[in-house]
């Protein structure tokens, strides 16, 4: 599965634009890039997924360029409960293995 | 996720002792795994299950051990505790019968397990 990259923390305010970025360099053509979120003493939740291009939900929007070697998780005017670790992943995540490797995460935190 | 739980939420033991933790789902999914966390780190997974018959070991399976009981039971277990098994742990499970080729797995509320 192919190793991810993202910040360690970021900081942010209520009702700003928060954009995470991963690193993916040695994405396969089957991968999938897959964003989790997981708040404190709870497991992880699935935010968004995507392949190429740009997918938005009702949540988040991600950011694929064409090379698909990074992607960005956007989170339009977070609010204090969006505080939380934020997990990118990439893998073939129907095939095979079906395993998730989870890296550190970004931890967030959104101040008032 | 309600459809996942585990049981126990917390547990607190002694060193050499065996320790079981259980994990149902009420979603139907085929597949079954287990995480465990770390303070400060992402989750590593343990083991995982695509069906009653099929075991898989992870990345970190050395004095861990699994049962699938049943399509909606997967169970964990440490044959003799140590304080570095002392960890957040999760059990999460994913349905590949959907369309596509996704896979997007759902977690429960995790178990605490402190080994002294």
């Known amino acids: 599965l192919a190793k991810t990259t993202q910040p360690i923390s970021m900081d942010s305010y209520e009702g700003q634009e928060v954009n995470i970025t991963c690193s993916h360099n040695?994405?396969?053509?089957?991968?999938?890039i897959t964003w989790y979120q997981q708040f404190p003493s709870q497991g992880p939740r699935f935010i968004i997924q995507?392949?190429?291009t740009k997918v938005t939900n009702e949540v988040a929007s991600l950011f694929i360029p064409a090379d698909r070697k990074s992607s960005t998780l956007s989170l339009p005017r977070v609010s204090l409960s969006d505080t939380a670790v934020y997990y990118c992943l990439v893998g073939d995540m129907g095939g095979n293995t079906g395993k998730l490797i989870f890296g550190q995460g970004t931890t967030l935190q959104v101040k008032p | 996720d309600a459809d996942v739980t585990q049981t126990p939420r917390n547990r607190i033991t002694k060193t050499g002792k065996r320790i079981m933790l259980e994990c149902s789902q009420t979603?139907?999914?085929?597949?079954m795994y287990w995480y465990r966390q770390d303070p400060g780190l992402g989750l590593q997974l343990i083991y995982y299950s695509f069906d009653v018959k099929d075991i898989n070991k992870g990345e970190i399976s050395d004095g861990y051990s699994v049962s699938r009981q049943a399509q909606a039971k997967f169970s964990l277990s440490l044959e003799s505790a140590i304080p570095n098994q002392t960890a957040l742990y999760f059990c999460a499970t994913s349905d590949l019968r959907r369309l596509g080729p996704t896979d997007t797995q759902y977690f429960g509320p995790g178990t605490r397990l402190t080994v002294l």
């Open positions: 995507g392949y190429k």
């Open positions: 040695n994405i396969a053509t089957n991968d999938y």
């Open positions: 979603k139907g999914h085929d597949r």
